[in-house]
């Protein structure tokens, strides 16, 4: 199965905070990215690996859009996280990737004011065999 690597040990950047209280996420807690073009959550991840799994909520009524960069280069742009329905209510948003063995930096990145989704953690899904 995947490995999964939560939130609350990923890298936030400044403002982001790790917050406990829209129940439902795994683990302690789950990334709360500031509300700002730029804010990102980053978290080193070990390959091989065929997919990327992103837990989420966004109780907004607007999609969260983020690039997803892999070791500083963008992948994927604009990928939406559209609307859970409430902070409560937790989807996954999931990417097929080709990611090389060792490790890496997997890195999202709000494209817009309202930030990144309320994140929760990244399933990284090992090569099929
Ligand atoms: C609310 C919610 C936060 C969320 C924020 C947002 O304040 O409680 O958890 O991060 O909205 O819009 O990003």
């Known amino acids: 199965g995947a490995t999964r690597y939560e939130a609350e040990s990923a890298t936030l950047s400044a403002g982001g905070t790790v917050d406990a209280n829209h129940a439902g996420f795994s683990g302690t807690g789950f990334a709360n990215a500031a509300n700002a073009v730029g804010s990102y959550v980053e978290w080193r991840v070990t390959g091989p690996a065929s997919a ?28 939406a996280f559209p609307p859970t329905g409430a902070w409560t209510t937790w989807s996954t948003v999931t990417r097929q990737l080709s990611l090389p063995a060792g490790s890496h930096t997997v890195r999202v990145t709000a494209t817009t004011a309202d930030g990144p989704a309320n994140l929760d953690y ?7 065999s």
């Open 122 to 128: 990244l399933d990284v899904t090992p090569l099929a």
């Open 52 to 79: 990327l799994t992103f837990g989420y909520a966004n109780g907004s009524t607007a999609a969260r859009p983020v690039d997803i960069a892999v070791d500083g280069t963008v992948t994927a742009a604009g990928v």
